[in-house]
């Protein structure tokens, strides 16, 4: 038993407990797919949505995105956390209020080089009222939701 214990304490040393750096907080559909299979890039690119396709996948962050070309899967694969939407794709302005609020692919925006999600468009107007006031918020209720609710 004095081993068992031993060895448990040992391998909990080794692994550390888990904390928020080590969680992860994604708003994914069924399948695992973050932004409701739109392409990340293409916000940026193209300045608006663009359905994705399951052949051009990539996994980051315990998210899968899929991209409309190859061009785009390679342009996220080289820099993803600049095209990752912020706050594990849930509602900016939902996490300035510490909630975590689905989005419409729609109501989206770029604040800062960040893509932000939001509810709906009318959500994205209140955000729009104060966009570094909400986007402070956000950045400071974002951890203690992913330590809350992370896996």
Same mark, same amino acid.
């Given at each position: 038993m004095k081993r068992w214990l031993a060895l448990v304490v040992f391998l909990v040393g080794l692994v550390g407990p888990v904390s928020a750096a080590d969680k *992860?907080?994604?708003? $994914?559909?069924?399948?695992g797919v973050a932004l409701q299979g739109y392409d990340? @890039? +293409?916000?940026?690119?193209?300045?608006g949505p663009v359905k994705g396709q399951a052949q051009f996948s990539? #996994? =980051? &962050?315990? +998210?899968? =995105?899929?991209f409309h070309s190859a061009k785009n899967k390679a342009t996220f694969d080289a820099n993803p956390a600049k095209y990752e939407p912020q706050f594990g794709g849930y509602c900016a302005y939902g996490v300035g209020r510490k909630a975590? @609020? #689905?989005?419409k692919i729609d109501a989206w925006q *770029?604040? #800062?080089? &960040? $893509?932000?999600m939001q509810k709906n468009q009318s959500i994205r107007d209140d955000f729009n009222e104060d966009p570094a006031g909400n986007l402070k918020k956000a950045d400071g209720n974002w951890p203690a939701l992913v330590e809350k609710k992370g896996k």
């Open positions: *992860i907080l994604q708003n $994914l559909n069924q399948e990340p @890039v +293409a916000f940026f690119t193209v300045g990539s #996994d =980051y &962050r315990g +998210a899968k =995105y899929w975590l @609020v #689905d989005i *770029i604040v #800062d080089g &960040r $893509l932000l």
